[in-house]
């Protein structure tokens, strides 16, 4: 049996580029004459941008630091032992960029077990082991804390997770054993899967110290030092921590149950990882602390060499690096400051963007209509969301009043935009009506300022075409919930201009949006996937399978909603109108649904109604379906569908839409809430084989969201 050292020496041979974490050990003495006491300090020599983690050498570094404190303890040469990390970071868990490149399972499992060794170390010492969570936790960061036999967190920590369900791992260093059996199933679960899989929500210190996981919350300006005289009142016997006795009855198992539900209701079956780390959370209700590490160790090992995570991590990547680094942006040096917006348009949809920019950019922003009750209603929208931040605490009074003396709306364009460096328009999909309105507003703004276009489908080309300066013309493709949905297509038509883009781009980045740069091609990325994606769907409906049989056939996808409930959010007379623009440039490939129509014009808000508090198909809707007599199965309607999403990814990578599939992925993911565990769309089509049986060929390289070759 091979030492942990030796199973740490081995791993680390197969991370060469590991960032390493030091683990220093000094002594001290605890205040009120509490004895000495050694305290183990994190850290990667980096600044808090670089938050620390754990690979093989990190690992075998905090070994031999625990070496070191284990003799001493033995020795009776220390009364206790802490770990705790650089300012602002505790430790951020395991380094993924090594965990990409494993293509053992027997490595995998090394990594595993090597975690285990070391942490479980922690909890086998002579003396009382403390962890001072003072920063960020993540993950494996969380877990080292697990181990120790007290814990104290800072108040002014921001960060606290095991995010490791939501990437497609299991928390795999002793979370889904420890947890339970510290703070009880339910929570647990809360923390474990809830909190993952509903975005990878993060706690904050104090509620890290209510739900229990910590025993004593300080403030952060003087954390350590309180933590130290805490720890030192606790060692003289001063300070009992209590714990709650853990139901180990009915309640542990309703929570699992619990969990299963959201697992089922987020996932749909189709990602494993929350449902092995239910299975070990369930198994942890014995306390056998040793059986539950070792199927942890395994659940690891699979989850690592399946596809699944490797598309998680991928997805995380593509958001945290490529979508903070666009492919294909100009030099960001050409852009053009912006200090005034304008908006054409003062309905939802326009009130919505000049909120956004108003507390993004904090300049002068005014809203145009065609009259001025409409103005007025967008104006008061801005308003009273500014209200409700003040009243939520999200600003103070004086923001709120600085913001609110910002905002404005005019009649008159001239008026409103003769100073704007950068205007948008929000009015109805038209292209007669958009060319209108960008004439007129060319006629009364700055020669520099740009104008942009929030269309979901139509050319911005054609919009630009008759104007003396098509050159500064961009698309500017917001998704809706606007607040909400990360992703902004920016659309470079024939003319635009590197400096008018190179704007576009800096005004999406102080926007805190993922900007991806798109081709002037029918309905962009996201529109254009997913209309193909319902379009068949719908005709799979309409030809004569059943709506509840084509809605459970992508259910296996784990996508956040069903095609028809999408739809239902979209609306389906703009559904009905991208379809529309599509099938007149691709009428080979995009179907206008006859059925879609007739409920468009019978003026119904989708295909469901809730009166059960469950979607059931509203029977007005069924009265109007109008359905052949070929009749397909779940998986003949699943392979359709996926073979039509394969096909159009396929040609619009032909036709250069966006740079590489890579972008096709991460607008998805963050336009369209398109799940993180598929890696968005082309992982799994790889993976299951559809993109060779469509494409004749995989979407990625070997070793890109999958193990490498």
Sequence with gaps: MSTTAELLKGAAELFPDEVVTSAHVRHLDLPQGAGRFALITLDNGLDHTKPTTFGPQSLANLNAAVDQVE???????????????????????????????????????????????????LSGL??????????????????????????????ALPAFSLPEVFLGLVPGWGGCTLLPNLIGAERAVQVIIENSLNQNKQLKGAQVHELGIADALFEGADFLEQSLIWTASVLRGEIVVDRPVIDRGEAWDQAVAKGRFIADS???????????????????????????????????????????LRAGIYAFNLVQKRGKRPAGAPDKNLARPVTKVGVVGAGLMASQLALLFLRRLEVPVVLTDID?????????????????????????????????????????????????????????????????VFAEVEAVAPAHAILATNTSSLSVTEMASKLKNP??????????????????????????????????????????????????????????????????????????????????????????????VLLELVGPAIGLHVSETLNRAFPD???????????????????????????????????????????????????????????????????????EAQDIDLCL???????????????????????????????????VASIPA
């Design 71 to 121: 003799k001493e303890a033995a020795a009776g040469e220390i009364v206790g032992a802490g770990v705790t990390g650089k300012p602002f970071i505790f430790a951020v868990g395991a380094d993924l960029k090594g965990v990409e490149l494993l293509k053992e399972h027997e490595h995998a499992l090394a990594i595993g077990k090597g975690g285990h060794e070391v942490f479980k170390r």
């Design 471 to 564: 050159e500064r013309v961009v698309g500017f493709h917001f998704f809706n919930p606007v607040a909400i949905l990360p992703l902004l297509e920016i659309v470079r038509g024939e003319a635009t201009d590197d400096a008018s883009l190179a704007t576009a781009f800096a005004v999406a980045r102080k926007l805190k949006k993922t900007a991806v740069l798109v081709k002037d091609a029918p309905a962009f990325v996201v529109n254009r996937i997913l209309t193909r994606f319902m379009g068949e769907v719908q005709n799979v409906i309409d030809e004569g399978t059943p709506v509840e049989v084509a809605e459970k056939a992508v259910e296996p996808l784990g996508l956040p909603m069903s095609p028809l």
């Design 372 to 436: 001025q009750e409409r103005v007025d209603k967008g104006v008061g929208y801005v308003q009273a969301e500014i209200d409700k931040l003040l009243g939520k605490g999200r600003i103070n009074q004086d923001k709120a009043n600085r913001l609110k003396a910002l905002v404005s709306g005019v009649l008159d364009k001239a008026e409103g935009f003769s100073d704007a460096d950068f205007i948008i328009e929000a009015v109805f999909e038209e292209i007669g009506v958009k060319q209108q």
């Design 669 to 703: 993911i963050t336009g369209a809430g398109w799940p993180f565990h598929l890696g968005g769309i082309t992982p799994y089509l790889d993976r299951e084989g559809v993109s060779e049986r469509v494409n004749g060929k995989k979407f990625l390289a070997p070793g």
């Design 126 to 155: 002579a003396v009382p082991t403390f962890a001072y969570y003072n920063g960020a936790a993540m993950g494996g960061g969380v877990e080292v804390g697990l181990h120790c036999t007290y814990r104290t967190v800072s108040a």
């Design 266 to 308: 987020k996932v749909h079956g189709a990602a494993p990882a929350a449902y092995r780390a239910l299975d070990i959370i369930a198994a942890a209700k014995n306390g056998d602390l040793q059986q539950g590490y070792d199927a942890e160790d395994k659940a690891l090992a699979d989850l690592i060499m399946g596809g699944e």
């Design 589 to 659: 490939r995009f179907t206008v649904s006859p059925n879609l129509k007739a409920v468009v014009e019978a003026g119904k808000r989708g295909f469901y109604v809730y009166d059960s508090g469950k979607p059931e198909l509203d029977p007005e809707v069924a009265a109007l379906l109008k359905q052949g007599d070929t009749v397909l199965t779940e998986e003949q309607v699943r392979a359709r569908v996926l073979d039509a999403v394969a096909q159009e990814i396929g040609l619009m990578l032909d036709e250069g839409v966006v740079a």
